[in-house]
């Protein structure tokens, strides 16, 4: 019975001890779940995704088929963005259908500001190659700052304002 | 009579039934030798277990003759001592003698190095959840404050390397190198010894506006900033002006003290 009891109690020693040893090893990570700096460090990389797949969105356009397009655009936006694009998409439609508007939006770098758990300042340098009627043609370079406002939904980080900076 | 438990045996000198463990007969005082547990045990050599034999021997009160019972049960301990059985602990000075791993007192030693382990580790989970996250295991900046340090550090750096007033151009200098790594000093130097005869010349002020600085990785030793500077360049000789709207990628790197400036590259 004490040996059996020794035997485990041993066991549960061991067993803390490397962990113990692994807290000193590999510090927070020993910790089981993330700890608040783990989630505030994949809340960045969410908040940069997101953005990075809103601003291509955003700036992307193709006349042939702008009910996809705008539809891209307002599944990574929320509140008052999200309300003012789906006010604007009419607009749009019929002003890249008649200018024949092609435009495809990338991301050169993504900066992040002040954040916290549910928001976040966002600043991104973008381009667009862009080509329609007035460009006779011919594919125009643009280049924008652009910044967001990020709301965290659901576990998803969506653009909740979004303005382009002079 | 009943039979002998797996705990039990015969006390050698009174033939009562004991407890296999016991060194000393409840029944009749005399000191016994311990009996070994199983023989697999303790099979590697061990000293020969001369002083339980003399004390078997020495006592005065054990009955002549009984070497040969004692013998009966204990042949292993007088002869050839294969397997010897091991000496009682030091400290097991109570009326029983047991196989270590059975020991209450290892029970005891083993609960309270859990107890101390457990703590332990309790301890650094704690710390691990409340620490202040100024940093992630993967030495992501994510604290509050060292982030706005080194946003603030940013613009500041930038606005320092990239404004000149013609009338000032030493002392601007200066100001802007004070935050430089020691290389990117040396680039910055020959980049203003190539434009500083045109702005004299054409009396040049840059002035550099931060619109905004943010980051795009950080750790406690090296920062990338994106920012978005509006740069006016006026030539006061012609009273030309041209504001240009830029965007910047700036490398700061910091040892003890302050962010220095180490990289500052123009995007396209």
Partial sequence: ?166 | MAKLKRDERLCPFCAETIKAAAIRCRYCQADLPPVEPEPKVEAGPSEPDEPVEADVLSRPAAPAGDTSRLHGTQPATDEESPAPPPPPPPATTTDESVPPLASRRLTAVLAALAILAAAGVGAAWWQAEHSSAISAPDGTLVGDAPRSEAIVAGADLTQRALSYDYRNLANDMEVAEARMTPSFRKEYKATMAAVRANTLKNKIVLQADVVSSSIIMATERKAQLLVFINQTTSAQATKAQQLDRNSLIITLVRGKGDWMLSDLTALG
């Fill in chain 1, 1 to 166: 019975m004490t040996r059996a009891l020794n035997v485990v109690l041993g066991l549960i020693v061991v067993v803390l001890v490397v962990w113990l040893g692994a807290f000193a090893v590999r510090g927070s990570l020993a910790a089981p779940g993330l700890t608040p700096a783990e989630e505030l460090s994949e809340d960045l990389s969410d908040i940069r995704q997101g953005a990075r797949a809103e601003a291509v969105a955003f700036l992307t356009l193709d006349y042939r088929r702008m009910d996809e397009v705008t539809a891209r655009v307002l599944a990574g936006a929320t509140g008052p963005f999200k309300k003012q694009y789906a006010s604007s998409v009419k607009t749009l439609q019929q002003a890249a259908v008649s200018q024949d508007s092609l435009a495809k939006g990338y991301v050169k770098e993504i900066g992040v500001g002040t954040f916290d758990r549910d928001s976040a300042t966002v600043f991104v340098s973008a381009g667009s190659k862009v080509k329609n009627k007035g460009t006779k043609g011919k594919v125009e370079d643009r280049t924008w700052r652009i910044r967001f406002n990020m709301t965290k939904v659901d576990d998803r980080w969506l653009v909740s304002q979004l303005e382009f900076v002079g």
